[in-house]
């Protein structure tokens, strides 16, 4: 936000110095340069000594005159030849001289003037030129007042610009936090300006656009858990139910087709179970930060699924000093579990699982396996819902393509990071990146 204010103040302050220099430029090819015309004036007194008592003399006298000028004036007049000061002048500069004009060269505090244009004052005065030099010719006292003035206009802008925009600023630092609260998931979060501000249209639609997200994603909300629930009543009466058949009934050749019923009864647990936990991880935004040992959480995560693991060599790569992790301890371990379940369906014998701390406190874990690996072209879209790889489709693989999700949304409520990549062995290897976090 400071920035766009600092560039509308450079905006400004370049706007203003295009203009004076366009106005000086302007009045100097209309009405010629304004500090000749203060440095001719300055030097009025020695244009006059020589326009008003040289000139006047006669022949015999012009040089004589020229020469009292030399000893009683501080100014230098010397004659010199025509041509040197034509090669040193402009062409507009060089028409004035040869008019018989003064033309004034500010820098070097002089001017020049032909002695005059038909050689009467003496032998060859028709091609030399007065040359004065040490003219009390000082313009910085007007470029001083040219400041003074540039600063002035400026300040005149500035101020009521600053005083107008400061409102903007500061509604626009309002609806910037506004953003951010609500980008963080603090649905409830609402912009509150007076309607005479400048923004408040803005606001306004702002917060309607908030009132719409949050009423579209607790319906949403709402829709799940009730799906949800509707589905655990008929899952549990099916329970029931194939107790019951499976106690009146002895017959041997039942038994296959009510494990198989049994079989799809869980399956349906466990989708509403992943679809609960999916549903409160997008409206969970707080996290139940505290502090844990890592090394000891991940080993428990794998523990937890020798039973998934059995048939695959697992090795941890911790070192001792790995020490404690501020998060969410439940997130992160149903996170590293999801990620061993998945390697587990596709590893061919081994799983590895490394974690790793950088000098700034943040924390690396990787995940790999010796299985077939995923296709680069489907590494973007393995962490949305519902979505499977062509290879998993098989049902003998199980899943119903919420784990990675929920995966994503976990890491990223710890505002971490989960890159895929072909790992060394042909599988896949997930690259975890948590920053640190304090606890709240």
């Known amino acids: 936000m400071n920035r766009l204010f600092l560039r509308f ?82 062409q507009a500069r060089q028409a004035q001289l040869m008019r018989g004009e003064v033309v004034i060269d500010v820098a070097s505090k002089s001017f020049y003037r032909r002695v005059d244009l038909k050689g009467e004052r003496y032998v060859g005065s028709d091609e030399e030129v007065v040359h004065a030099q040490n003219l009390p010719i000082d313009v910085a006292p007007v470029l001083k007042t040219e400041a003074l003035r540039y600063i002035i206009v400026a300040l005149c802008l500035l101020i009521p610009i600053a005083v107008w925009s400061s409102s903007h600023w500061r509604g626009l630092q309002a609806l910037e936090k506004v953003a951010d609260e609500f980008g963080a998931g603090h649905l409830k979060v609402r912009a509150h300006t007076k309607e005479r501000d400048s923004i408040h249209p ?56 009510m494990q198989a019923m049994e079989a799809d009864i869980n399956e349906l647990n466990a989708l509403v179970s992943e679809l609960l936990d999916l549903g409160k991880l997008d409206q969970e935004a707080i996290l139940n930060r505290s502090e844990f040992d890592l090394g000891n959480s991940l080993s428990d995560c794998v523990d937890s699924l020798h039973h998934v693991l059995d048939e695959h060599l697992v090795s941890e790569d911790f070192p001792a000093d790995l020490g404690t992790y501020c998060g969410d301890q439940r997130l992160l371990k149903r996170a590293i579990s999801n990620l061993l379940r998945n390697a587990a369906k596709y590893a061919t014998a081994r799983i590895w699982l490394h974690a790793s701390r950088s000098e700034d406190g943040s924390v690396e874990i990787i995940l790999e396996d010796d299985g077939p690996g995923i296709p680069a072209e489907e590494r973007g879209r393995i962490f949305e819902a519902f979505y499977r790889l062509d290879r998993s489709r098989d049902r003998t693989t199980g899943g119903f393509g919420l784990g990675l999700a929920i995966v994503k949304k976990a890491i990223s409520a710890h505002r971490g990071q989960i890159l895929v990549q072909e790992g060394q062995y042909g599988g896949a290897k997930f690259i975890i990146s948590l920053p640190v976090l304090h606890q709240e």
């Open 9 to 90: 103040f450079a905006l400004v302050m370049l706007s203003i110095s295009v203009a004076t220099i366009a106005i000086y430029v302007s009045i100097t090819i209309f009405f010629g340069d304004p500090l000749e015309e203060v440095a001719q004036q300055q030097a009025s007194g020695q244009i006059l000594l020589l326009t008003e008592y040289v000139d006047q003399a006669g022949q015999n006298e012009w040089l004589t005159r020229l020469n009292k000028i030399r000893e009683i004036a501080h100014t230098q007049m010397d004659l010199i030849p025509l041509q040197p000061v034509l090669a040193k002048l402009t």
């Open 202 to 257: 803005l606001a306004q639609r702002m917060n309607q656009m908030a009132g719409r997200i949050e009423s579209l994603l607790d319906a949403q909300k709402n829709l799940l858990h009730s799906v949800s629930h509707e589905l655990r009543t008929p899952i549990a009466r099916l329970e029931f139910a194939l107790e019951l058949l499976r106690n009146a009934a002895k017959n041997p050749q039942l038994e296959p087709r």
